[in-house]
């Protein structure tokens, strides 16, 4: 009997002690709860493609403003000066009505002959060795054209007796004019269109009036941005192609010129391209990648994950750790690293604060 009852007792302390255990598991658990949990990837070092990404929109690579510098009323010519008229270089843009102005050159004209004949007089008596040239000067003027080259008097005093007779003044003042008139025709400067036209025939045209605006159409040029790392994988006079979205098509372009400054706000440099063909329009968008070579070992990332001194965060042997590394690109939003190792886990979440050394386990 007495056995029996050693086992009975032994049958109840048995449950009780599998109890007791059982109770220290959850403080377990709440040690658990200790450690700060963050989303996390594996990183995966691998070979990533090179690729510059370029967008922008075609723009004129010269465009002028149209003014005018005198007065006068439009006139009718050939072409008519409206919004998408061609015009070849050197020629007649805009004429306008310059009769009055003609008139009153010519009136000067002969008042200028008048006294340069007077003068030939003494002029022949006192310096016969200069009367032949003066004499030939005045034979050749024509008050419906240009006056020609005004002679050189090499003799002083001659130099004094024509300006005492007022030749000097009328001729210069005569030849200021000559250029002013040639105002009153416009020609195209380089062969291309007309994309603004803001008058019409018969109307008065006061000086520094905008009449209009005229763009080069045989070729373009495209302004696009580069983060200011990618700089240094560009080079005067490479070629890229680009895609033409508008006309589904795709041209070669060639860099023409890169910028000097990074701006501010985007951290970005400008580069423009040269990029011809008829077919194109000012303002239509385009994009190109260029492939120049591959990184190896590297992981794309979200940037926001990068702190200022080039550091991630990864779960080592449950601490936080703040690993080195090097950005290689960025664009988009994305950044292309190395520095970590294969199985690393990251940290994905955006952290404001330093978490270096805290106890952390990755999210399940």
């Known amino acids: 009997m007495r056995n029996n009852s050693n086992y009975f007792v032994w049958l109840v302390f048995i449950p009780l002690i599998l109890m007791s255990c059982g109770e220290k598991?959850?403080?377990?658990q709440e040690k658990?709860?200790?450690?700060?949990?963050?989303?996390?990837v594996k990183a995966e070092p691998a070979e990533i493609q090179n690729t510059l990404n370029l967008t922008g929109r075609i723009v004129p690579i010269q465009k002028v403003d149209i003014i005018a510098e005198v007065q006068g009323r439009a006139k009718n010519i050939k072409k008519a000066f409206k919004e998408g008229t061609s015009f070849r270089k050197g020629e007649l843009l805009l004429s306008l009505d310059d009769n009055k102005f003609r008139y009153n050159l010519n009136a000067q004209k002969s008042q200028f002959v008048s006294a340069l004949v007077n003068a030939m007089a003494d002029v022949q008596l006192d310096y016969p060795?200069?009367?032949?040239?003066w004499n030939t000067f005045l034979q050749e003027i024509d008050v419906e054209k240009s006056l020609p080259t005004l002679p050189e008097a090499t003799n002083?005093?001659?130099?004094?007796?024509?300006?005492?007779?007022?030749i000097y003044n009328l001729y210069y003042g005569i030849k200021s004019k000559e250029e002013t008139l040639h105002d009153y025709r416009i020609y195209a400067p380089f062969s291309g269109s007309v994309t603004m036209a803001m008058i019409d025939v018969g109307d008065l045209i006061?000086?520094?009036?905008?009449?209009?605006?005229f763009i080069r159409t045989d070729v373009y040029e495209v302004k696009a941005a580069i983060t200011a790392s990618e700089v240094k994988q560009f080079n005067i006079d490479q070629q890229v192609e680009l895609y033409v979205r508008n006309i589904d098509q795709k041209v070669m372009a060639k860099i023409k010129r890169i910028g000097?400054?990074?701006?501010?706000?985007?951290?970005?440099?400008n580069i423009f391209l040269e990029v011809p063909g008829k077919e194109l329009k000012e303002g239509m968008y385009v994009e190109g990648n260029l492939v120049k070579g591959s990184f190896e070992n590297a992981v794309e990332v979200d940037k926001d994950l990068i702190s200022r001194e080039n550091r991630v965060y990864v779960i080592k042997d449950s601490t936080v750790v703040a690993k080195k590394i090097e950005v290689l690109q960025t664009k988009e939003g994305r950044s292309v690293i190395t520095g970590l190792e294969k199985g690393d886990q990251m940290i994905t979440e955006k952290i404001n604060n330093p978490i270096a050394g805290i106890k952390a386990v990755p999210k399940a």
């Open 25 to 28: 598991q959850p403080k377990k």
């Open 260 to 269: 000097t400054s990074v701006d501010v706000g985007t951290q970005a440099v």
């Open 32 to 40: 658990k709860k200790d450690y700060k949990e963050f989303q996390t």
């Open 156 to 166: 002083q005093q001659l130099k004094n007796f024509l300006n005492n007779k007022n």
């Open 129 to 133: 060795d200069e009367f032949i040239k």
């Open 206 to 213: 006061r000086p520094g009036t905008k009449l209009g605006e």
